[in-house]
Nanobody, 123 residues
C-alpha cells in the first residue's frame, strides 16, 4: 500500500490550500485516514483525521479553519485549509490505517504514511 499526497505550497497568511492524498494497492478497508504535520524542531502532531464512519477529529488549533473529507470507495482523503497562519507552516503527512491479515489469518490494521508535502505560510 502506498499513500500519495499532493497540494502543498506557499501561501500568504489568511490564504487557503487544499491537500489531497490517495491510497494505492491491495486495500480491503481503511479504518482511519488523516493528516499529521511536523514543524521544524517540533514533534509530529495530528492535524485532522476521519474514521470509516465519517467521524472527524481535529486538533484544537485548526478547528473552524480546516475541514477534512474522505471518499471511502476511492481511498482518498482531502484537507481544506482556510485562514492559514504562519504557525501552520510544516511538512504535512497523510496517514492511513489499512486492514490486513497476517500469516495466521488474524485481522488487524497497519499504519501507512505518505511522503510529506510542504506547506509554508508567510506573514
Amino acid at each position: 500500500v502506498q499513500l500519495q499526497a499532493s497540494g502543498g505550497g506557499l501561501v500568504q497568511a489568511g490564504g487557503s490550500l487544499r491537500l489531497s492524498c490517495a491510497a494505492f494497492g491491495s486495500i480491503f478497508e481503511i479504518k482511519t485516514m488523516g493528516w499529521y504535520r511536523q514543524a521544524p524542531g517540533k514533534q509530529r502532531e495530528l492535524v485532522a483525521s476521519m474514521d470509516i464512519d465519517g467521524v472527524a477529529n481535529y486538533t484544537e488549533s485548526v478547528k473552524g479553519r480546516f475541514t477534512i473529507s474522505r471518499h471511502n470507495l476511492k481511498n482518498t482523503v482531502d484537507l481544506q485549509m482556510n485562514s492559514l497562519q504562519p504557525e501552520d507552516t510544516a511538512v504535512y503527512y497523510c496517514n492511513a490505517d489499512v486492514g490486513v491479515w497476517d500469516e495466521k489469518r488474524r485481522y488487524g490494521f497497519l499504519e501507512h504514511w505518505g511522503q510529506g508535502t510542504q506547506v509554508t505560510v508567510s506573514s
